[in-house]
């Protein structure tokens, strides 16, 4: 097993948990993962701002603290197949919560500072009552 970041885990379940999954890229391989088996070059395109690098070391990370199981197929070309493990699995209306979040919370934000909004660290309340001004459609 990796080494923990920090000593114990006593008073934060939550610091345990991110641990595991915590970082740029593990929640969203895992989320993919969760959605169907994957392969290594599929991962990849659907992931383009991960190097092939981060990808293998964040998939062994993956791998070796039980979350996603590895499968190597005896073939040529080599075929690696990556599936959720049954703990793995129980992070599953985790993954599909913060998705729902940001949905809700995220997507409206996004929106807004791509169409030039540049406050959109305000609450849903305020970008209301600027399109509701006329501010933005």
């Known amino acids: ?71 190597v197929y005896a073939q040529v070309p080599p075929k690696v197949e990556y599936s959720m493990t049954e703990f793995g699995k129980t992070l599953e209306p985790v993954l599909l919560t913060l998705k729902q979040w940001a949905e809700v919370q995220m997507l409206p934000r996004m929106s807004a500072y791509e169409t030039g909004i540049r406050d959109v660290a305000g609450d849903n309340e305020h970008l209301e009552a600027k399109k509701e001004s006329g501010a933005i459609n």
């Not at 593990?26 to 989320?31: A, G, M, P, T």
């Not at 169907?36 to 293998?56: K, V």
């Not at 062994?60 to 603290?65: A, G, I, S, Y």
């Open 1 to 71: 097993m990796r080494k923990q970041r920090h000593p114990g885990y006593t008073n934060c379940p939550v610091e345990a948990a991110l641990d595991l999954i915590g970082g740029k890229w593990k929640s969203i391989i895992l989320f993919r993962v969760l959605e169907e088996t994957r392969r290594f070059n599929e991962l990849r395109r659907l992931m383009p701002g991960l190097t092939q690098r981060m990808l293998t070391n964040q998939l062994r990370e993956l791998e070796r603290d039980g979350l996603i199981a590895r499968k």
